[in-house]
């Protein structure tokens, strides 16, 4: 899966029908409306985002094939300058979704967990669609702050475990504090969780936009947006 980490510069090429430039526009604007609405920087890393948007608008304007008009949208979203956003054609779409399908296979709550320390629990990256997590109303950037009673932190990073694994039909009572919702305590039995891992994308018909979501407070943002070194720093359950 590409993934762009420097602005990339795209010539214009002689003759493109007009017909595609104005379906790249209508594409072009959608793109740049999600990232402004859904970028997970407000400030967008300090880069002008409005000017990125002008100076890639006048390429697209310029004319593109479609496979270089994919490579430049690729190469705005990379100056925002995060090392993780990226856009991905529709080719590379359906391809992703073909690497994805039927990999994931585990029973616990339905979701993946990221323990922050200075959170004070473990915080939620994501949630499987009709898992017990999802009918219980946890969502991403949910923090679980406690399990059975006790902290899901307990041992180093290094070592944690992840307590949200269990036997099927297993009972579970995590504590959840949701950003600016308080504190509330759900009760779930542990099911069987396949199908594809949900991304954590905008879309844009046909295309995906990596790194929008949810704005959050800067600190919350901040721990979200911590690199993901350790392999152990993301778990399912």
Same mark, same amino acid.
């Given at each position: 899966?590409?993934? &762009?980490? =420097?602005?990339?510069? /795209? ?22 409306? @999600? ?11 300090? $880069? ?11 390429? /697209?304007?310029? *004319? ?15 100056? %925002? ?5 990226? /856009?991905? !054609? ?7 979704? &073909?690497?994805?399908? *039927? #990999? ?16 004070? *629990? ?10 017990? @997590?999802?009918?219980?109303? =946890? ?19 290094? #070592?944690?475990?992840?307590?949200? =694994? ?11 504090? !949701?950003?600016?919702?308080?504190? $509330? ?11 594809? $891992?949900? %991304?954590? /994308? ?5 295309? #995906? ?11 919350? #943002? ?10 152990? @720093?993301?778990?399912?359950?």
């Amino acid at each position: 899966m590409p993934l &762009a980490a =420097l602005p990339v510069v /795209v010539p214009a090429i002689a003759s493109v029908a007009a017909e595609t430039t104005a379906l790249q526009l209508a594409t072009f604007e959608q793109l740049q409306v @999600a990232v402004a609405d859904n970028y997970v920087d407000p400030l967008f890393n300090g $880069k002008d985002w409005a000017g990125i948007v002008e100076r890639y608008r006048d390429i /697209v304007n310029a *004319g593109l094939s479609d496979d270089d008009f994919y490579l430049a949208m690729n190469g705005m979203v990379s100056e %925002l300058g995060d090392g993780h956003s990226y /856009v991905l !054609s529709p080719a590379q779409v359906a391809e992703a979704d &073909a690497e994805l399908a *039927g #990999r994931v296979d585990f029973v616990g709550i339905g979701g993946f967990f990221q323990p922050i320390p200075e959170a004070g *629990g473990a915080s939620v990256i994501l949630v499987f669609r009709g898992s017990p @997590a999802e009918r219980a109303g =946890l969502r991403a950037h949910d923090t679980v702050v406690a399990v059975d009673g006790e902290s899901p932190l307990g041992v180093p990073r290094e #070592r944690w475990q992840n307590p949200f =694994l269990g036997q099927e039909g297993s009972s579970i009572s995590i504590t959840v504090s !949701s950003p600016g919702g308080g504190t $509330k305590t759900l009760d779930l039995n542990r099911a069987r969780v396949e199908g594809a $891992k949900p %991304l954590d /994308v905008c879309l844009v018909p046909g295309t #995906r936009i990596r790194r929008c979501g949810d704005r959050q407070p800067d600190e919350r #943002r901040r721990q979200q947006q911590r690199p993901q070194t350790d392999p152990f @720093a993301v778990h399912r359950g």
